[in-house]
């Protein structure tokens, strides 16, 4: 490739903007993927607004959640939750929202494992 061709295409690309990526319904963050028993940690959930939104929660055990305050009308988009407790071993934390669309629920989860030593 000649040199002025590469130098326009770089300038080219660098002046076309990337297309608008469609943010998830749901979006679950850990602070890190790894830890020392027994661990705790605050993770963060990320929910657009949307006029759909019905319920969301974090889920991190079988008798562990909390509930996220969600709803068509939700102003807040993004929630930190304690989670832990862990003993040593893998666990997966699941962030699970419900919109609902013609009358029917639609459930969205997003999911991170934490391995702890």
């Known amino acids: 490739m000649r040199p002025q061709i590469r130098a ?17 319904p749901i979006e679950l963050r850990v602070p890190s993927h790894e830890c020392s028993a027994p ?3 605050n993770v963060t959930v990320l929910i657009p607004a949307h006029p759909d939104n019905r319920s969301a929660s ?5 008798r562990d959640n909390a509930e996220l305050p969600v709803g068509p ?3 807040q988009t993004q929630f930190s939750v304690k989670i ?9 934390v ?5 919109r ?5 629920p639609e459930t969205y ?6 391995s702890v030593r």
């Open 73 to 75: 009308n939700a102003a």
């Open 84 to 92: 832990g407790q862990f003993d040593k071993g893998d666990h997966t």
């Open 39 to 41: 661990c705790d940690m």
């Open 94 to 98: 699941y962030a699970v929202l419900v």
């Open 100 to 104: 609902e669309k013609n009358g029917e």
């Open 109 to 114: 989860q997003d999911s991170q494992r934490i």
């Open 8 to 24: 326009l295409t770089v300038i080219a690309l660098g002046i076309i903007p990337a297309p608008p990526t469609t943010p998830k």
């Open 58 to 62: 974090v889920v991190w055990s079988y």
